[in-house]
């Protein structure tokens, strides 16, 4: 599945309390200049998604997405180049500069 960092965990927990809602839900639609880009929302799991937890965070891949994320790192960073989860994708053959898009590499097909 996904695993998701202590940074991640504390900071989705934080943000959950704050929107009042279970967690992220993430998925990977058509589109962004390498072809596949990810899509976080907040909100509660849906029937059929796969659901990984750390530290009473809880992150939900609805099932089309899961082939593309089983084995990628969320993580989240506070740094100069801006705030934000990101994933860590070993699966992408590349990735955009802006770090929301990918090409899939044949493992995720």
């Known amino acids: 599945m996904i695993e998701i960092t202590e940074a991640a965990a504390k900071h989705l927990r934080e943000l ?3 929107k009042g809602t279970p967690g992220l ?3 990977v639609e058509k589109g962004g200049c390498a072809g596949l880009q990810y899509a976080m929302n907040l909100g509660a799991p849906q029937d059929g ?3 990984a937890m750390r530290d009473g965070a809880v992150v939900a891949v609805d099932p089309e997405s899961l ?3 089983t084995g990628c790192t969320l993580d989240y960073s506070d740094d ?3 705030a934000g989860f990101r994933i860590i ?3 992408a053959a590349r990735s955009c500069g802006c770090g929301t898009s990918f090409e899939p590499g044949e493992k995720s097909a």
């Open 89 to 91: 994708n070993p699966k």
């Open 49 to 51: 998604d796969t659901v």
């Open 67 to 69: 082939p593309h994320l």
């Open 16 to 18: 959950a309390l704050e």
């Open 25 to 27: 839900r993430l998925a």
């Open 80 to 82: 100069l180049t801006g």
